[in-house]
Nanobody
Framework: QVQLVESGGGLVQAGGSLRLSCAGSGSIFRVNTVGWSRQAPGKQRDLVASVTSGGTSNVDDSVKGRFTISRDNAKNTVYLQMNGLKPEDTAVYYC???????WGQGTQVTVSS
């Protein structure tokens, strides 16, 4: 069993920054690729970024240059640093294992113009 708990969401003005955290439990979290996906109202859920157990990251073109994903395996935590936020980044952000069906409850990010 893996539990994923997101934190760090909130309301921010356009151009601002937020850092999301995903705290995972168990060794399964530590050895798996972790992703951040987001879902805006009325839209599909899209993968934003992922990071392997070894720290290799991949970021979607839509946020490249603004978002950075990283992980601290000693703390069993994955981070999503979001800079230069835009209103279109408004969504619920979910942490999940990329290849296993474990998801967090989501954290709301709202960017005002």
């Amino acid at each position: 069993q893996v539990q994923l708990v997101e934190s760090g969401g909130g309301l921010v003005q356009a151009g601002g920054s937020l850092r999301l955290s995903c705290a995972g439990s168990g060794s399964i979290f530590r050895v798996n690729t972790v992703g951040w996906s987001r879902q805006a109202p009325g839209k599909q859920r899209d993968l934003v970024a992922s990071v392997t157990s070894g720290g290799t990251s991949n970021v979607d073109d839509s946020v490249k240059g603004r978002f950075t994903i990283s992980r601290d395996n000693a703390k069993n935590t994955v981070y999503l640093q979001m800079n230069g936020l835009k209103p279109e980044d408004t969504a619920v952000y979910y942490c999940h294992l990329l290849y296993l069906n474990y998801w967090g409850q989501g954290t709301q990010v709202t960017v005002s113009s």
